[in-house]
């Protein structure tokens, strides 16, 4: 006899007042007796946009030939553990943005394939790939989409160029072509949107807040009578979930008593704990929101066009984004570098985690997950929108060839990259976006480099 019986349900949340903890998938959440490869096929493929601003230096970044055999640069040496699930795509453009100022092409092209509308006020760019994935599962999971930054848009505002408005470089989410999305900066609004409770009032979230108690404290009783149905591998899973909620949520507290919840003011040096912290954070959110099926898609800004940010910690003085206009200055060229490679290995500790977490059919969250890390200038010294630094990391779902540097024509939409994305989790698109003169179709990922 056949038993398809669930333990618990698939989507269990753990209420409390105030509270609301989505768990992982258990196996205690799959029928008895199910075939393990049915399993496997549904395992939710997940997709993260990085977005790196000011360009990459090219040398630090892209390998001097294609294929499987490439050399890596320093910068992707930072993602050596991962190669075989890596590819660096080549000769991927935003072009016709190449006749507006640069910035805020870059950023309000980056996701949507559009061109920013010249205005101050009536702003107008296109609906980012992020929000079409979010816009598929939303009936799914609880939360649409996270959308994550580090500097905070109101000390950044007006910071723009050429008649342009500052939410062209303050997000690269748009809900609509008419509607960007202001990206998140502080930690703890992250944290609430995916733990605080849907359906709790303010004043009950804030008088949890307030107690500066786990989050766990305030669901323990459905908790423990959660924890009586599970199986001895379950509550193994379990208990790593939980340190590792324990973990975010105490360095949050933290960063808010030290009151860096708030970047320092952008004239101010920003060093390692500030910035190095607040980084490893967001990923760590976006982490336990793919670990609990929260959300599907996320974005992060790991610092905005214009950024002004100094990093001391790598011996630095002079502010980012003035750094990467090097005009062929060697010491600017190398600081700039610097920063691109270290911002490199604060991903790759997220790669990492990704790794590490396993779902029931004992892959991993890397492997059903679809990661973009680039920028979207090709040469942040003259504001080039031609071959943009893009990489591609994770498995999707089994329907990418990693291990390579792929070289298209040159020429090559950057639109074509979301519409390969967007197949690949189920949503059927044959064009993107709406920049002239380009052919938007489908870019192979799997064929020879």
């Known amino acids: 006899m056949i038993i398809f019986k669930k333990s618990i349900p698939r989507r269990t949340f753990l209420r409390g007042i105030g509270a609301s903890v989505a768990l992982p998938m258990l196996d205690a959440m799959v029928p008895a007796m199910a075939n393990p490869l049915e399993s496997l096929t549904k395992m939710p493929i997940r997709a993260g946009y990085v977005y790196t601003p000011n360009g990459i230096i090219r040398d630090r970044f892209r390998p001097k030939i294609a294929g499987s055999s490439y ?60 929000q079409v994935i979010a816009n598929k599962f939303r ?64 004043e009950a979230r804030h008088a949890r807040v ?93 610092a905005r066009e214009f950024s002004e940010l100094v990093f001391t910690n790598l011996g630095h003085s002079d502010p980012y984004h003035p750094t990467t206009h090097h005009r062929g200055n060697k010491g600017k060229i190398k600081r700039a570098g610097d920063i691109n490679v270290y911002q490199a290995s604060l991903f790759a500790k997220f790669l990492t985690k990704m790794k590490n977490t396993k779902e029931i059919d004992g892959s991993s969250l890397l492997d059903n997950s679809m990661l973009v890390y680039g920028a979207g200038l090709g040469d942040g010294d003259i504001h080039s929108q031609w071959n943009v630094p893009v990489a591609l990391l994770g498995g999707g779902g089994g329907k990418i060839k990693g291990g390579r540097h792929i070289a298209y024509e040159e020429g090559t939409p950057l639109a074509n990259l979301h519409v390969a994305m967007l197949n690949r989790m189920g949503i059927e698109t044959e064009k993107f976006g709406n920049l002239e003169g380009t052919s938007s179709q489908e870019l192979d990922l799997d064929r020879p480099a």
């Open 210 to 302: 307030k107690e500066q108690k786990s989050i766990l404290d305030f669901v323990k009783d459905d908790f423990a009578r959660t924890k009586q149905k599970l199986g001895a591998s379950d509550l193994a899973k379990l208990d790593e979930f939980t340190e590792t909620l324990r973990n975010v949520e105490s360095r949050i507290q933290k960063s808010a008593n030290q009151d860096v919840d708030d970047m320092p003011d952008i004239q101010r040096p920003v060093g390692v704990p500030e910035y190095e912290e607040h980084v490893g954070l967001m990923f760590d959110l976006a982490l336990v929101a793919f670990q609990t099926d929260m959300a599907r898609v996320f974005t992060f800004m790991i």
């Open 139 to 202: 009936q799914e999971t609880p939360l649409g989409s996270l959308e994550m930054c580090i500097e905070n848009a109101a000390e950044l505002a007006g910071q723009s160029e050429g008649a342009y408005s500052s939410a062209y470089t303050n997000t690269i989410t748009w809900g609509s072509p008419t509607s960007p999305l202001p990206m998140v900066h502080r930690p703890r609004d992250i944290f609430e949107r995916l733990f605080g409770g849907a359906g709790a009032t303010p």
């Open 71 to 130: 050399e890596m640069t320093d910068m992707l040496k930072q993602w050596e553990p991962f190669r075989d699930q890596l590819l660096i795509l080549s000769n991927l453009d935003n072009a016709e943005t190449e006749r507006i100022n640069g910035h805020v092409g870059g950023a309000g092209s980056f996701l949507t394939g559009s061109v920013p509308k010249k205005s101050l006020s009536d702003v107008e760019s296109g609906i980012s790939v992020d």
